[in-house]
């Protein structure tokens, strides 16, 4: 650089007119000096290096990605208050039962072959069949914890977040099937953890006598079912039972999903089983704890179990994995869920004038399956109307219980509120602590549950597990609509 400026200093001095040769020479630098030093930057490359840092770090930003969302809880206080059960104690007081009971300890019976891994209401619709084939065979049902997945670790990872594993099953509800008392003077035994039955029925001596469901008639109706396998049960005298249930599950997808199972309607919501169901203490504060969106008449109207939020109507919009199950529904030619299907229930669903076009099929299912935002305002429009017309009461603000996003349940609300309603909530607006987070459905489903009237999706679980409880409460079936 000093080089170049002696120069044009040396070329300045002797005055060179400035369209001159010897001027324009001194601007530009000789051959002799060398040229301004330029980097170039070498391009990135992957290096082994590079590629083992980045692999190394993963873990550390996944692992900082879940802390930020939270650790989920362990319900260990729910856990304890399972322990503590009375009929956990195998030296009972005997101001808590009567004599014969303090001699012969009920008989236990356990489905090894439960599921688990599925959504909470395939879980739950099998568990509440499960223990009412235990109630009406007069022996104790072994319940066991919501399973998500059976890893050693407390939790799991779904959807770039962590989740329990596991989730006892007095965080989720209560009543007979989680080991709640039955009615008044009813003699059934209770029913008991799957922890304690291991106590109990799992040491080196114990041989659980186990009933194959091999020979079971699973082709046939619900009533006969549970018919055959009462009549298998009675007959055991042995005190730890168990089902194996490799060779067929004992109530498959096929008996919810079809009209089998309405057989068993009368008998089920009449037994202690649904009349005693309650949702547990976790759901029933995230209820409570939601009152001024949900805007009960009265305080009690949130506390009463058999008070119903009047004026509100929950509509049950499932998105999500629905968006690539509602066209295969179409193809198979599915039904509504098989207690959706009840005759008393006022909505039929009714493909068959559409079953040699396939595009207005799949059109008529999808309206019913995922619809959309119009189709849905124009549902809740007609409900309104015909329920006022009813002289049933009148209709004012929606629940909308669904997994949809926020800001397309956001449109679905501007859009409600246009077409006349006062107000209108859903599932993303509620206040949850973790615990109840992670229950969030069965919050859900107890809103839906207690609203004045009930919406569903004719071809989900959660529906037809809301319809049933809301017919188990003696809630009128005017109230049960589908979209």
């Not at 002289?391 to 509120?417: C, D, I, P, T």
């Not at 009930?454 to 079936?477: C, E, P, Q, T, Y």
């Amino acid at each position: 650089m000093m080089v170049v400026s002696r120069r044009l200093v040396g070329a300045f001095s002797k005055s060179p007119q400035r369209d001159s040769k010897e001027y324009v020479d001194a601007l530009l630098p000789s051959s002799s000096i060398p040229a301004l030093h330029t980097h170039r930057r070498r391009p990135h490359t992957l290096t082994l290096r590079r590629l083992l840092f980045c692999l190394a770090m993963t873990p550390v930003f996944v692992l900082l990605i879940l802390l930020c969302q939270g650790i989920p809880p362990t319900y260990d206080d729910v856990r304890s208050f399972e322990r503590r059960l009375t009929q956990h104690s195998l030296t009972i007081p005997p101001s808590t039962v009567d004599k014969t009971q303090l001699v012969h300890h009920p008989r236990y019976l356990r489905f090894p072959g439960h599921l688990w891994g599925h959504g909470l209401n395939n879980v739950l619709q099998e568990a509440l069949l499960m223990s009412y084939l235990a109630y009406v065979s007069n022996v104790s049902f072994v319940f066991e914890d919501y399973t998500w997945t059976r890893t050693p670790l407390p939790w799991s990872m779904y959807g770039f977040a962590l989740r329990p594993a596991r989730i006892p099953l007095n965080a989720i509800i209560s009543g007979p099937t989680a080991g709640g008392p039955m009615p008044h003077g009813s003699q059934a035994p209770l029913a008991v953890s799957a922890e304690f039955y291991e106590k109990t029925c799992g040491g080196p001596e114990a041989k659980p006598y186990v009933i194959s469901s091999a020979f079971a008639p699973n082709e046939e109706d619900g009533s006969t079912i549970i018919e055959w396998w009462t009549q298998r049960l009675t007959s055991v005298q042995e005190r730890c039972i168990e089902i194996d249930s490799t060779p067929h599950d004992l109530f498959d997808r096929f008996l919810f999903g079809g009209p089998r199972i309405l057989s068993l309607w009368d008998s089920l919501i009449s037994s202690p089983i649904l009349s005693e169901f309650t949702w547990s203490p976790i759901v029933q504060s995230a209820v409570a704890r939601n009152f001024a969106l949900l805007r009960p008449d009265t305080i009690n109207d949130i506390y009463a179990a058999s008070s119903s939020l009047h004026g509100l109507v929950a509509v049950h919009l499932r998105r999500g994995d629905y968006k690539r199950h509602c066209p295969n529904l179409a193809k198979w030619g599915a039904k509504y869920m098989g207690f959706n299907q009840h005759p008393s229930l006022l909505d039929r669903f009714d493909p068959s004038p559409y079953e040699d076009d396939s595009v207005q099929k799949e059109e008529y299912y999808l309206a019913h399956c995922l619809p959309t935002i119009e189709q849905l305002i124009s549902v809740l429009r007609t409900v309104r109307r015909e329920y006022r017309t009813q002289g049933a009461g009148s209709l004012k603000r929606v629940y909308v219980l669904s997994n949809e996003r926020a800001w397309a349940l956001g449109e679905l609300k501007n859009a409600l509120k246009d077409d006349g309603w006062e107000d209108v909530v859903s599932t993303v607006d509620l206040h949850l602590d973790a615990e109840q987070h992670h229950v969030s459905m069965a919050v859900d489903m107890a809103i839906a549950e207690r609203a004045e009237v009930f919406i569903g999706n004719g071809f989900s679980s959660l529906s037809s597990n809301v319809v049933l409880l809301r017919m188990a409460k003696g809630m009128d079936v005017r109230s049960n609509r589908f979209l």
